[in-house]
C-alpha cells in the first residue's frame, strides 16, 4: 500500500507557541492594528445569504436522482457547508456581534449551523479556544491526532482513507483527548438543529437531507477547501507549527488561510486579516506558506515525511496540574 512515513512519533518542542509573543511586539510597534479588532457588519448579511441559498437548493434538489444528489451535494452544497463551517470558526472569535454580545455571536452560530445538517458550532466554540490558548497542547487542543491515528495512518493509501474520515476524526476525537460535560448550548444546538432538519424532510422529504448532510461530509473530507485542515499547522518545514495560504479560495473560506495572522490576532475577523500582512509584512514575508491546498493535500498523502504524527506538541501546564 505504499511506502510508510518516517515518523514514528510527534515533534515535540519545549518552547512556548510563537504567536503570544509575537502578537506582542506587533502591538508595540504598529498599534493602529487594535483598529481591526471588532465584529465585522458585513459577515451576518454573507451568513444569511449562504444559509438561505441552501435552504432554496434543497427545493430544487428534491426530485433529483440520487447520483445528481451526490454531485452536487460535492461540487456544490458541500463547498457552502464548508465555507459555513468557516464563518462559525469566525463567528467563535465574536466577530459577528462583538465581545459585549456573546450569546447573540453563540446564536447566530447556530444559524450558520443549520445547512451542515448536524450540530456542531456550540462544541466547536468550546474546543476551539482551547486550540488558541493551548496550541499543540498535549491533551488539550483537540486539532492533534491521537497516537493511534499517527500510527495506523501511515501510508499513502491509508492517509487518503485518513482524510475521507477526517470528519469523524474531528467529531469522536475530542471525546477521548479531552472529554468535557455536554452543555446548555450544545442541546439548544442539537434541538435547532434537528428542527431544521425536521421541517426540510417535512416540505421536501429525504433527499434534501442527504444533499445537505453528504455534502459536509464529503467536503470535509477530500476536498480541494478542506485542504485548509492540513496547511494550517501540520509541520511541512522543521520548527514552523502554523502557516499561511494566500490563493483565491480564500475568496469563499473568509480568509482562513491567512492563518499566522489569524493566530496572532483571533479577534481580528477574516475579512480583515490581509490588512494585518499589508501592516506588518516584515512579519510575515519571511514565512513559510502554502500556495496551494490541492498541493498540501497531494503532499500528505504520497510524501513518506509527512502524516498524522507531523504535529508540533507540547505540554502545557493545565496537564501537568491535572
Not at 459585549?100 to 451542515?116: D, E, G, Q, S, Y
Not at 500510527?151 to 477526517?166: D, E, G, H
Not at 483565491?248 to 490576532?265: A, M, R
Request: glycine fraction near 6%.
Amino acid at each position: 500500500m505504499g511506502i510508510s512515513t518516517k515518523r514514528d512519533d510527534f515533534e515535540w518542542v519545549y518552547t512556548d507557541q510563537p504567536h503570544t509573543q509575537r502578537r506582542k511586539e506587533m502591538l508595540a510597534k504598529y498599534p493602529e492594528i487594535k483598529s481591526l479588532m471588532g465584529p465585522d457588519p458585513n459577515l451576518k448579511w454573507i451568513v444569511f445569504g449562504m444559509v438561505l441559498t441552501q435552504t432554496i437548493s434543497c427545493y430544487f434538489v428534491k426530485d433529483l436522482s440520487w447520483k445528481w444528489i451526490i454531485f452536487w451535494a460535492y461540487a456544490f452544497g458541500g463547498a457552502v457547508n464548508h465555507s459555513l463551517t468557516l464563518a462559525i470558526h469566525d463567528i467563535s472569535h465574536n466577530v459577528a456581534f462583538g465581545n459585549k454580545l456573546a450569546k447573540w455571536n453563540r446564536l447566530f452560530a447556530m444559524f450558520a449551523n443549520l445547512p451542515i445538517g448536524m450540530p456542531y458550532s456550540a462544541s466547536f466554540k468550546k474546543y476551539h479556544i482551547d486550540h488558541h490558548r493551548y496550541l499543540g497542547g498535549n491533551g488539550l487542543d483537540v486539532d492533534i491526532p491521537t497516537d493511534i491515528e499517527g500510527w495506523f495512518f501511515c501510508t499513502p493509501f491509508r492517509k487518503a482513507i485518513w482524510l475521507i474520515l477526517q470528519p469523524l476524526f474531528y467529531a469522536l476525537r475530542p471525546l477521548y483527548v479531552n472529554p468535557k460535560p455536554v452543555t446548555h448550548l450544545e442541546i439548544l444546538n442539537a434541538v435547532v438543529q434537528f428542527a431544521y432538519d425536521f421541517l426540510i424532510y417535512y416540505l421536501w422529504g429525504l433527499k434534501p437531507i442527504v444533499y445537505l448532510i453528504a455534502g459536509s461530509l464529503l467536503c470535509m473530507g477530500i476536498h480541494p477547501i478542506s485542504g485548509h485542515f492540513i496547511a494550517e499547522h501540520y509541520m511541512f518545514l522543521k520548527g514552523h507549527e502554523t502557516y499561511s495560504y494566500y490563493g483565491p479560495l480564500n475568496w469563499i473560506t473568509f480568509n482562513v488561510g491567512y492563518h499566522v495572522e489569524h493566530h496572532d490576532f483571533p479577534s481580528i475577523p477574516g475579512s480583515k486579516l490581509p490588512l494585518v500582512k499589508e501592516i506588518a509584512p516584515e512579519y510575515y514575508d519571511h514565512l513559510p506558506q502554502h500556495t496551494s491546498w490541492v498541493r498540501v493535500l497531494w503532499d500528505f498523502v504520497f510524501d513518506d515525511s509527512i502524516g498524522p504524527y507531523t504535529r508540533i506538541k507540547r505540554e502545557c501546564k493545565l496537564v501537568k496540574e491535572n
